[in-house]
């Protein structure tokens, strides 16, 4: 593999982390926008929605985890592993109930 061609393979791999940061971001604002509270009726809503954001992007694991549940606010940690090179990624969204 020469030189180009690594340089071209690691900017498809910025890219591609650069979308799945924006679409991380697309979830936490409908979660923190207290207009849709719809999103965050439940976990599996919110999932559901995350994958729905997601859609066929270069992703082996997508995880939601519930971290911690209050009367008013829900925290998720949203986990992914990209697939070239393999690295687990993680980053956490708040919803409003």
């Keep these: 593999m020469n030189i180009t ?3 071209i393979e690691n900017i498809a791999l910025l890219q591609e982390i650069h979308t799945l940061n ?3 971001e697309q979830i936490q604002y409908k ?3 207290r207009q849709r509270k719809h999103w965050t009726k439940n976990e599996d809503e919110l999932l559901l ?3 729905n954001v997601f859609g066929p992007i270069n992703v082996d694991k997508l995880e939601l985890v519930l971290v911690n549940k209050t009367k008013e ?3 998720f940690r ?3 592993l990209v697939r070239n090179p393999r690295i ?3 980053r956490n969204i708040v919803g409003f109930q």
């Design 88 to 90: 687990l990624r993680e």
């Design 22 to 24: 924006h679409k991380i």
């Design 49 to 51: 929605h995350a994958v």
């Design 31 to 33: 979660c923190m926008n």
């Design 5 to 7: 061609s690594q340089l």
């Design 78 to 80: 949203v986990r992914y």
């Design 73 to 75: 606010q829900i925290y």
